[in-house]
T-cell receptor
């Protein structure tokens, strides 16, 4: 069990460019979550997958954001036409699904995005 | 609006002291509450999860309590050490699967 991994760890991009982040959950975890954290704030929920199905999306997830989880394994989060306000730490978490509503979510190290 | 608040925002204590971090939430109908630790620039490490039917959970020097009726949780850290220095985040599941986080308490334990 190697934990949740995220790639890249850091991304610097220019305003208007598209970026894509990858998350690999803990093996056999069927639930995957994306959060965004800005400086001095707690993480904010973006979206949730049960296997390959995207079941919950926050209003924070504007139409410039899209997330996928093909085959229910790794997930990608894409941001199109980045804006300076998108600068944040993007965190991925996974859980086993065995606990129902009481699952423990395990977080990855995050991808820090800086939009210039 | 369902909100999670953590007090204090920052705390500095000398090594060896026992300390309490506070978390309050606006809706008593919660599924669970989880405490996390976050080191600077890093991801989150889960410390304790309390289900809605439980009153407390313990792990080593950590003890977390939950009082749903008053909308409060506390994280008690016994015999603090410099290695405990980090930001501690409280997160509540109100509905669905999303964790709702407070802004955290930044803890500094001085030698």
């Amino acid at each position: 069990d190697t934990g949740v991994s995220q790639d890249p760890r850091h991304k610097i991009t220019k305003r208007g460019q598209n970026v894509t982040f990858r998350c690999d959950p803990i093996s056999e975890h069927n639930r995957l979550y994306w959060y965004r954290q800005t400086l001095g704030q707690g993480p904010e929920f973006l979206t949730y997958f049960q296997n390959e199905a995207q079941l919950e999306k926050s209003r924070l997830l504007s139409d410039r954001f899209s997330a996928e989880r093909p085959k229910g394994s790794f997930s990608t989060l894409e941001i199109q036409r980045t804006e300076q306000g998108d600068s944040a730490m993007y965190l991925c978490a996974s859980s086993s699904g065995a606990g129902g509503w009481t699952d423990t979510q395990y977080f990855g190290p995050g991808t820090r995005l800086t939009v210039l | 609006k369902q909100e999670v608040t953590q007090i204090p925002a920052a705390l500095s204590v000398p090594e060896g002291e026992n300390l309490v971090l506070n978390c309050s939430f606006t809706d008593s109908a919660i599924y669970n509450l989880q405490w996390f630790r976050q080191d600077p620039g890093k991801g989150l490490t889960s410390l304790l999860l309390i289900q809605s039917s439980q009153r407390e959970q313990t792990s080593g020097r950590l003890n977390a309590s939950l009082d749903k009726s008053s909308g409060r949780s506390t994280l008690y850290i016994a015999a603090s050490q410099p290695g405990d220095s980090a930001t501690y985040l409280c997160a509540v599941t109100f509905s669905g699967y999303a964790l709702n986080f407070g802004k955290g308490t930044s803890l500094l334990v001085t030698p």
